[in-house]
């Protein structure tokens, strides 16, 4: 079957580092994203990875290991608008996406 | 401002009732897919389009169908509504079709069957 793993909650502070980590099986893979939703609002892109290693964009980058199913999503210098749930997602042999339930992210002072 | 327009934004529905959810894209993409999201789960995907006049079925499709007839427009009708298809949907586009791209979502429409 056709699986993605992430923590449902998380807290952090402002300022500081957090890394949301996901988990995937699908049938064949073809890279995965990372999206961001704040409540009420649309998915947004953020990453995606196809390759191994760490993939760096500003305050975030997003990390992949194929060999272990496994990505992570950092977030550093935390800001009181990063609070919003992150969405992992897998692209399976189809190029369609699997979605995880996503990881509500709670900033706090 | 290109992008994806949905329309209604939010809808009460009786059940029982027919009811289409709109969505248009002015960015010429290929493909277009709508989801459905509920609290606790992942987005759940219920029919896509890799290119005008072709659709396809996802991993919910019962009580929902589509049509593409043209680039921009992907419309999505509930024939019969019922209590289980209270949830938010969200269209999407990508450029790409059978290929890993990046998808693009519309505002989302919240819809409650009653």
């Known amino acids: 079957g056709q699986n993605i793993d992430q923590p449902t909650e998380m807290t952090a502070t402002e300022g500081a580092i957090v890394q949301i980590n996901c988990t995937y099986q699908?049938?064949?893979?073809?890279?995965l994203f990372w999206y961001q939703q704040h409540a009420g609002e649309a998915p947004t892109f953020l990453s995606y990875?196809?390759l191994d290693g760490l993939e760096e964009k500003g305050r975030f980058s997003s990390f992949l290991s194929r060999s272990k199913g496994y990505s992570y999503l950092l977030l550093k210098e935390l800001q009181m608008k990063d609070s919003a749930s992150y969405l992992c997602?897998?692209?399976?042999?189809?190029?369609?996406?699997?979605w995880g339930a996503g990881t509500k992210l709670i900033i706090k002072p | 401002i290109a992008g994806i327009t949905q329309a209604p934004t939010s809808q009460i529905l009786a059940a029982g009732r027919r009811m289409t959810l709109r969505c248009t894209q002015d960015?010429?993409?290929?493909?277009m897919y709508w989801y459905r999201q509920d609290l606790g789960l992942g987005l759940r995907l219920i029919h896509y389009?890799?290119?005008?006049?072709?659709?396809g079925k996802g991993e919910v499709p019962d009580g929902y169908s589509v049509s593409r007839a043209n680039t921009d427009d992907f419309p999505l009708t509930l024939a019969s509504a019922v209590p289980s298809q209270t949830s938010v949907y969200f269209c999407?586009?990508?450029?790409?079709?059978?290929?890993?791209?990046?998808?693009?979502f519309g505002p989302g429409t919240r819809l409650t069957v009653l």
């Open positions: 999407a586009s990508s450029e790409l079709a059978g290929g890993p791209d990046t998808q693009y």
């Open positions: 960015m010429r993409h290929n493909a």
């Open positions: 389009s890799n290119t005008a006049g072709t659709t």
């Open positions: 699908t049938s064949g893979f073809n890279g």
């Open positions: 990875n196809v």
């Open positions: 997602a897998g692209s399976d042999s189809n190029y369609q996406l699997i």
